[in-house]
């Protein structure tokens, strides 16, 4: 959709939920205008509804707003998100007790690493990689697995563009990261050293589906000083794997889950 | 949002994404049109657009459409949610550490006990609250929680409404659940046996603010055979207490979380 010009009434809709994508907590009505490209009175009427169902919700202090709970329900439903991370919840507690480090579940969305879910190492490097946002593909253990296995085409354009650079040691040559790309595919793993936030790195491995296709990546992040991968890779790798099986049997790529899950339980 | 008749272009999107709310994972969509109540071509017009802006997604074998994973992740910053999620977490690894049982945070949500975040006991009972599905609150240990401290009118709209029977044990008679609610508030938690499921028990306890306002529920759902809640409530207790304490020192009111958090960190 190009959200600089909404073509319809759906269009300025989802333009004006689109203008909290970034991240952004709160906004104000300007701003969410702005955003979406809608005149005042459009963006106040659009907004007031969308506040009025509950798909946004309107801070009493300040008057600005932000995601509706509602909201936040119905996207909790989609299935190629739940399903991949129903599946992976059990295996990320397991490594979780395991290394006590920070668990990261991630995919590939946008030309980026969407991190799905996450487990945080309380007594590991402070990661508050939330579930929900992006982080880029070339930076990230998470990252260099997906950008390693997509098609060419998705790979040739991340390195076709600019690499930001984080730190110092962020990959920002496009041949130096396509060398290091060649040895995640060999070495069945990618490695992260200071490269998005110094202090902080990580290892991360692909899971596959029953078609052995990578669909995400399982990452570990770590303190530098202990991010040994001789360390972390045994029971990241280890884990990965009993997904994949879990993946292979119980997964499709539309996102279902089968066999279907009992009804809910208190 | 009166969803029988949309009023409105954005009352039509908001129906059209309403119908996925009942936790359907996909629809076709003639039964799209149906539960939003609108007529096929504008319908079909509406989806075709959500679809194209990758709100919705449309499943390639069968072309049924599903809720997207531009949705899912937009929702993702309801901060109401997010927030009180990111400072439970920690504490519910702690908890499902500590009692490998399912460790479950609910808030209240349209006369129900909706479900932000939980950890799986894989060794425990079976239980497939997701995140995002809603449980009643009267045969729930999180829901009985937040029923009990619910504001007065709320709590009697839900007793003066017919009480689904879940199990032969499911409490269906309001001077008696009234009678429980009022010994989960003196005794400060609440606990169900096999009242939503035969075999699964739980132990809940309120979540608190800095003003001692119940904002959630913290709940443990054990098999009811090992679910003693000598055994359950001071882990539980314990954890919800820390948690009460993040919230009173860094959540605010309106889902912001203080200090502002660090940027992401690979």
């Known amino acids: 959709m190009d ?17 909290f994508a970034p991240g952004d907590v709160r906004l104000t009505l300007s701003e969410i205008c702005r955003r979406a490209c809608l005149p005042p009175s459009t963006g106040h009427r659009l907004v007031g509804e969308l506040t009025a169902g509950g798909f946004l919700e309107r801070t009493p202090d300040d ?5 509706g709970t509602r909201l936040w329900r119905i996207g909790s439903r989609a299935p190629a998100v739940s399903g991949l991370r129903e599946l992976a919840l059990p295996h990320m507690e397991d490594l979780y ?20 879910e996450r487990l945080r190492g309380r007594r590991s490097v402070p990661v508050v990689t939330r579930v929900g946002s992006d982080l880029p593909l070339h930076a990230t253990g998470a990252g260099k697995v997906l950008l390693a296995h997509a098609p060419a085409d998705v790979r040739e ?4 563009a600019p690499l930001t650079r984080h730190t110092g040691s962020t990959l920002t040559d496009p041949d130096e990261l396509r060398r290091d790309l060649a040895a995640v595919r060999r070495r069945g793993y990618a490695t992260t050293r200071d490269e998005m936030t110094v202090g902080a790195s990580s290892v991360g491995v692909p899971v596959r589906d029953r078609d052995g ?40 790529a539309d996102g279902d889950i089968t066999p279907p899950l009992p009804p809910d339980a208190d």
Chains 1, 2 share one sequence.
């Open 3 to 19: 959200a600089r010009r909404p073509p319809t009434a759906a269009g300025k809709v989802m333009a004006i939920l689109d203008a």
């Open 63 to 67: 008057g600005t707003y932000r995601i």
């Open 97 to 116: 007790e395991a290394t006590h480090d920070n668990v990261q579940l991630a995919v590939l969305g946008d030309g980026r690493a969407l991190f799905v």
């Open 157 to 160: 354009a991340v390195l076709a």
């Open 213 to 252: 296709t990578v669909v995400a990546a399982l990452s570990l992040v770590a303190r530098t000083r202990g991010a040994d991968p001789r360390r972390l890779l045994p029971p990241l790798a280890t884990a990965a794997r009993a997904l994949s099986r879990d993946l292979a049997a119980h997964w499709h």
